[in-house]
């Protein structure tokens, strides 16, 4: 029996579902709900001619059947272009910086990637009343568009890269180093959070290109970048099979610099996307200007291309 929706629902389907029952969502970890795993997309209904409907999460299609655990519920009438970048990228931006480790007000923020998921997280800074947000992005019309959502600063990584680390470090210096003033002491300089949103190229850009196609080198950035007790946030996707990463033992077995990964980053479902959702509609989460391109359906390969090649922010596919 169906209790989550009713007929007549607008729903928001999003990448991670939750369940409410499985190991991971009773234990605080919804945003890894464990009910998808492993099961089989059997035929939930047929077709007049006998052919089986299979239900799955996205299809480009004005109908899919979709797993109830898989569903939110949206008690709103807002743009549905704009509400639907809550199914993946912004919800995974906006928990980077909002959930699980929720950035402190007054504190310093560099966010690698100024794609979907990092302006998402920008915004999410913002939010939280983030001091410093400084966005590192290659592609200059990302580098505007996150000033205008958020960052007080913006760094171009192509430019003199062997020292954007150090360059990072410096421009979020606390106030002073004097430990006992408060201050990190003078080898701890760096920000208090690290967000990375950038993974692999899966497919070259047409715009401005990263120095590093494969997503890894951003991660040791990441790495670097990170005072002792500050937090790194990942979520990339797209690293070539095999791409590693290196990092001193010690540091990584006794140190204190701590990471949470994750692709919904601490986001539980129903709790957490009605609440973006009023945020998109008191104009605190600007969805418009993450949604540059919308596309009608039959027009979804210039969608997918237009995303492919970075000439857009994100290609939404809109329907009627």
């Known amino acids: 029996m169906v209790k989550r929706v009713q007929i007549g629902d607008r729903v928001i389907v999003p990448v991670t579902a939750q369940c409410g029952e499985c190991y991971?969502?009773?234990?605080?970890?919804?945003?890894?709900?464990?009910?998808?795993?492993?099961?089989?997309?059997?035929?939930?209904?047929?077709?007049?001619?006998?052919?089986?409907?299979?239900?799955?999460?996205?299809?480009?299609?004005?109908?899919?059947?979709?797993?109830?655990?898989?569903?939110?519920?949206?008690?709103?009438?807002?743009?549905?272009?704009?509400?639907?970048l809550l199914s993946c990228v912004a919800t995974t931006g906006l928990g980077m910086a909002m959930m699980r480790v929720p950035i402190e007000a007054g504190s310093n923020v560099v966010v690698f990637g100024a794609g979907p998921v990092g302006l998402s997280a920008i915004q999410g800074a913002r939010i939280m009343a983030a001091s410093k947000i400084i966005a590192v992005e290659p592609i200059a019309y990302r580098r505007d568009l996150a000033l205008k959502l958020g960052a007080t600063a913006v760094v171009d990584p192509n430019v003199d890269p062997a020292?954007?680390?150090?360059?990072?470090?410096?421009?979020?210096?606390?106030?002073?180093?004097?430990?006992?003033?408060?201050?990190?002491?003078?080898?701890?300089?760096?920000?208090?959070?690290?967000?990375?949103?950038?993974?692999g190229d899966r497919f070259a850009p047409k715009t401005e290109k990263g120095p590093d196609p494969t997503g890894a080198g951003v991660l040791l950035q990441a790495w670097q970048l990170c005072p002792?007790?500050?937090?790194?946030?990942?979520?990339?996707?797209?690293?070539?099979?095999?791409?590693?990463?290196?990092?001193?033992?010690?540091?990584?077995?006794?140190?204190?610099?701590?990471?949470?990964?994750?692709?919904?980053?601490?986001?539980?479902?129903?709790?957490?996307?009605?609440?973006?959702?009023?945020?998109?509609?008191?104009?605190?989460?600007?969805?418009?200007?993450?949604?540059?391109?919308?596309?009608?359906l039959d027009r979804v390969r210039e969608a997918l291309q237009a995303a492919a090649d970075r000439t857009t922010v994100a290609s939404v596919v809109t329907f009627g």
């Open 228 to 296: 002792p007790g500050g937090w790194i946030r990942t979520s990339g996707v797209g690293h070539p099979a095999g791409t590693t990463v290196t990092f001193p033992a010690g540091a990584w077995s006794n140190g204190t610099k701590q990471q949470a990964g994750g692709n919904f980053a601490g986001v539980n479902t129903k709790r957490d996307i009605p609440m973006f959702v009023r945020l998109i509609e008191n104009k605190q989460f600007d969805a418009k200007s993450i949604a540059t391109a919308l596309f009608p």
């Open 24 to 84: 991971n969502c009773l234990h605080g970890k919804a945003d890894r709900c464990q009910s998808g795993v492993n099961r089989p997309l059997l035929p939930m209904a047929r077709l007049s001619d006998g052919s089986p409907v299979n239900g799955n999460l996205g299809a480009f299609a004005e109908l899919m059947v979709a797993w109830e655990e898989q569903t939110v519920p949206i008690f709103s009438d807002y743009n549905a272009a704009e509400l639907s």
């Open 163 to 199: 020292n954007l680390v150090a360059k990072l470090r410096t421009m979020t210096t606390g106030e002073t180093d004097r430990a006992f003033a408060g201050g990190r002491g003078p080898a701890a300089d760096g920000p208090d959070f690290v967000i990375e949103a950038v993974g």
